[in-house]
């Protein structure tokens, strides 16, 4: 299994919901890795998780809360999200954290709030 | 400040002959790069990498060139095929800003377009 999956593939709330993102990869990385990307922009790192451990978070509001319940899953939990939210959120994994290591992106979630 | 730079935000080439897609740098702590290819609704896809101790890696049709004294990347695609017809993002990693573990930088992507 060399991909990783990513749950639901679109997602529509509004900004009292809460709401769940999912990601997972079987793989045996060790390395898991949340990014933001807005129509015709680069993809934005938000989060790093290395060894199921937060190792970065790149001054993300707490509106958004990472989790990595094992080597294999990452989280997203989404609260009180603004409709500038709206994007496309890509997990990636890689085989462990530092700096020369390919990341491998899932097909992301389109994420639109109302 | 945008570190990592794509001037080119298109390229439209013939089928069969060579994709040059360029990437610039300006931090000079970045020492390992990346390209990947996406296309629509999908996540990007792994190209092929380059670690600043060498100045050319080839993996079939794409080979990446380094010029460090440049601070410059290009990504060349021998021959051109429809399929490769998607969004080019090249990316770095390093000691850049202090936080080196996991994070890269992307550019803002060229558009290839490949004509049968």
């Known amino acids: 299994d060399t991909e990783v999956t990513q749950t639901p593939k679109h997602l529509v709330m509004g900004m009292t919901n809460k709401k769940s993102l999912k990601c997972e990869q079987h793989?045996?990385?060790?390395?898991m890795y949340w990014y933001k990307q807005k129509a015709k922009k680069p993809p934005e790192l938000m989060f790093v998780?290395?060894?199921?451990?937060?190792?970065i978070n790149e001054s993300v509001p707490s509106r958004f809360s990472p989790e990595c319940p094992n080597s294999s899953l990452l989280n997203l939990h989404l609260h009180a999200l603004q409709p500038e939210d709206s994007a496309l959120y890509l997990c990636?994994?890689?085989?462990?954290?530092?700096?020369?290591?390919?990341?491998?992106f899932g097909p992301g979630t389109r994420l639109t709030v109302l | 400040d945008q570190q990592v730079k794509q001037n080119s935000p298109s390229l439209s080439v013939q089928e069969g002959r060579i994709s040059i897609l360029n990437c610039d740098y300006t931090?000079?702590?970045?020492?390992?790069f990346l390209w990947y290819k996406k296309y629509p609704a999908e996540g990007p896809t792994f190209l092929i990498s380059?670690?600043?101790?060498?100045d050319k890696n080839e993996d079939g049709r794409f080979t990446v060139f380094l010029n460090k004294s440049a601070k410059h990347l290009s990504l060349h695609i021998v021959p051109s095929q429809p399929g490769d017809s998607a969004v080019y993002f090249c990316?770095?990693?390093?000691?850049?800003?202090?936080?080196?573990?996991?994070?890269?930088?992307f550019g803002q992507g060229t558009i290839l377009t490949v004509h049968p």
């Open positions: 990636a994994s890689s085989q462990r954290g530092g700096l020369h290591n390919e990341q491998f």
């Open positions: 931090n000079s702590m970045f020492d390992y």
């Open positions: 380059i670690s600043s101790i060498k």
């Open positions: 793989m045996g990385h060790r390395a």
């Open positions: 998780y290395s060894y199921e451990k937060l190792s």
């Open positions: 990316a770095a990693s390093g000691e850049a800003g202090g936080t080196s573990y996991g994070k890269l930088t």
